[in-house]
């Protein structure tokens, strides 16, 4: 690429100058930048930037995060989701640990053989952390190629991916592996954005082909939209002399070992107390009884946007010991305690809202 002086020298002034001050840009530690970079994958940036330190505090080196047992991991990570990301953060630091010394290897396909890590993820580490020439591609970036180079295909195509990681490790400046990719990614996010692009403060502009053509507002081309499947649920607090009840998801289930209030999806025209009802008896074997409305929660994940009914209930006799099947473990806490349990985002969304009142 002939203009490719120019476009790096004329991106990096610009970083040098807009580059946000972000706490794992400071050090760049290894540790540091692969924690960032896994809570950063489907999270705003603000929520990461409020967790982020609350993390290293609790484990402040891979170390301490590989001794940690899995439900402290979990209990921290609430609110972030995708609690794979979580797993895979706790599982990769054990295997570190035992083999690597706790640290993170600067080589590109040792760190591909680690759970959570896939090709963006190694290239962040080798570039971001450890300044090696590796190729990073996000959406940020995907977009910000799609307009430069004007790309006449969805960026996810085949031809598009091959064509803009090519591109992506092609411009690496020698030695400033690190500055560049960062400064691709925060153009994408500061200035190339998806709606409303600021291209006139873009340092790109001149090089940019769909700026050109008028293309800029077309640019990505749109991909096939997925369907967006609604789900109606409802849970219960289950209450019984000052006490809740709680049993902790199988291990191989959606959500995998978070702990949580009985429930499930709300069947043809069932309504949500009769739904409710026959959630209990199904998964624990308990007959409950004056379910009273609580609230209604959204949420969303992947392409699921699910309304959760949520509701008070009590026991209709007087065995508190359950028949577990769709559980692997049960209790019977004070509200006080439902803090030191790793629950799904919903259900502490519905912890928080009820505060003291849970018991009542």
């Known amino acids: 690429m ?9 991106l990096l002034a610009w970083f040098s ?11 760049y530690q290894p540790y540091h930048v692969w924690l960032s970079e896994i809570m950063l994958q489907q999270t ?26 899995e439900q402290e991991v979990l209990r921290l990570w609430e609110g972030l989701g995708y609690y794979s990301r979580a797993r895979n953060l706790h599982q990769t630091a054990r295997i570190l640990h035992r083999h ?8 590109h396909a040792a760190l591909l053989k680690l759970p959570g890590i896939g090709r963006y993820t190694a290239g962040a ?38 064509f803009i990681w090519g591109k992506a490790e092609e411009l690496i400046p020698p030695g400033k592996a690190r500055l560049f990719n960062q400064s691709l990614m925060e153009l994408g996010a500061l200035v190339c954005q998806p709606r409303a692009p600021k291209c006139a403060a873009c340092p790109l502009r001149l090089h940019c082909a769909a700026l050109a053509r008028g293309l800029v507002a077309q640019r990505p081309v749109a991909g096939k939209a997925r369907e967006t499947i609604a789900i109606r649920m409802v ?17 191989n289930d959606v959500w995998p070992n978070l702990w949580e209030f009985p429930g499930g999806v709300i069947e043809g025209d069932e309504t949500p107390e009769e739904a409710l009802r026959r959630e209990y008896l199904e998964e624990t074997g308990f007959a409950i009884h004056r379910p009273e409305k609580l609230l ?17 209930c009590r026991l209709a006799g007087s065995a508190t010991r359950p028949r577990l099947a769709a559980a692997q473990e049960y209790r019977w806490v004070t509200p006080g305690e439902l803090g030191h349990f790793a629950f799904p985002a919903p259900h ?6 009820l505060g003291a009142g849970l018991a009542q």
């Open 2 to 10: 002939a203009q490719a002086p120019s476009l790096q020298d004329s």
């Open 17 to 27: 100058e807009h580059g946000r001050n972000l706490p794992w840009r400071r050090e």
């Open 44 to 69: 705003q940036m603000e929520r990461v930037l409020a967790y982020f330190p609350r993390w290293l505090a609790a484990f402040p080196d891979l170390a301490s995060l590989a001794q940690a047992e």
């Open 100 to 107: 690597h010394n706790s640290t993170l290897p600067a080589d």
């Open 125 to 162: 580490i080798m570039s971001l952390a450890f300044n090696l020439p590796c190729p990073i591609v996000d959406a940020n970036v995907e977009r910000l190629f799609a307009r430069l180079f004007n790309l006449a295909e969805p960026v996810k195509a085949k031809s598009s991916q091959a």
């Open 235 to 251: 849970t219960g607090v289950l209450s019984h002399r000052g006490r809740i009840f709680i049993q902790k998801r199988l291990a």
């Open 296 to 312: 209604d929660l959204k949420h969303s994940y992947t392409r699921y946007r699910v309304t959760l009914h949520c509701y008070a």
């Open 348 to 353: 502490r969304r519905l912890i928080d809202r």
